[in-house]
């Protein structure tokens, strides 16, 4: 079963503006990882958090985790149209570092 | 090599024939995952490695699916009896441990025909 699930399906926005995704599971995790898939091939790796974070940043990227809710939150600021991709969060949960994806978040970023 | 590499990078193969796909981990990496995605779809699990060992296999189909890892490194999954609904892209993940950052390679499309 799928232990990330991210919301929404699809978004589209002007360059410029902000993106937030999100991504929720269902049982206490041990990680959560954040990746960009270009054209459906490899994924590029964005950020790792962990269950004893709440926040992290990489550029133009902030990662925020509430495990009271049970989510996670990706923020791009100042998107670019070169952002465009689909967008996955992937969870370690319970006894297992295993990460399981959801269905992505398919992000347009209009010149 | 710098990366996660998989091979070959396209397949194309009759229905019925045996498919290997290879993934060469990050040097040093001991985690190494196997996932398949179809089309506009997420990634489906198929097995875990930590070392040579496979502790988790719950992901793989059916028995036509099989994996190895040899030597803590190179990876091949090996599907036998190749249906048309195997068709996907096959990707190859590798993490220095298991809690640290998983890493994937540019993936194996195949396809059934």
């Known amino acids: 079963s799928q232990q990330g699930e991210e919301d929404p399906q699809a978004l589209s926005i002007q360059e410029g503006e902000n993106a937030t995704m999100n991504c929720s599971y269902k049982?206490?995790?041990?990680?959560l990882q954040w990746y960009r898939q270009n054209s459906g091939r490899g994924l590029v790796h964005l950020i790792l958090?962990?269950?004893?974070?709440r926040e992290k940043h990489s550029g133009r990227l902030r990662v925020t985790l509430d495990t009271s809710k049970k989510s996670s939150s990706l923020l791009i600021t100042a998107s670019r149209a070169a952002d465009t991709a689909s967008y996955f969060c992937a969870a370690a949960s319970g006894g297992s570092y295993i990460p399981t994806f959801g269905r992505g978040t398919s992000l347009i970023v209009h010149p | 090599g710098a990366g996660v590499s998989q091979s070959p990078s396209n397949k194309v193969t009759e229905k019925g024939k045996d498919v290997e796909l290879r993934c060469d981990p990050i040097?040093?990496?001991?985690?190494l995952y196997w996932y398949r995605q179809s089309l506009g779809q997420g990634l489906e699990f198929l097995i875990y490695f930590q070392g040579n060992s496979a502790p988790d296999k719950s992901g793989l189909p059916s028995d036509r699916f099989s994996a190895e890892r040899t030597g803590g490194s190179v990876s091949t999954l090996t599907i036998q009896r190749t249906q048309q609904e195997d068709s996907a892209v096959y990707l190859c993940a590798s993490s220095l441990t298991e809690d640290t950052e998983a890493f994937f390679g540019q993936g194996t499309r195949l396809t059934v025909v």
């Open positions: 049982t206490s995790i041990n990680n």
């Open positions: 040097s040093g990496h001991t985690a």
């Open positions: 958090i962990r269950s004893n974070e």
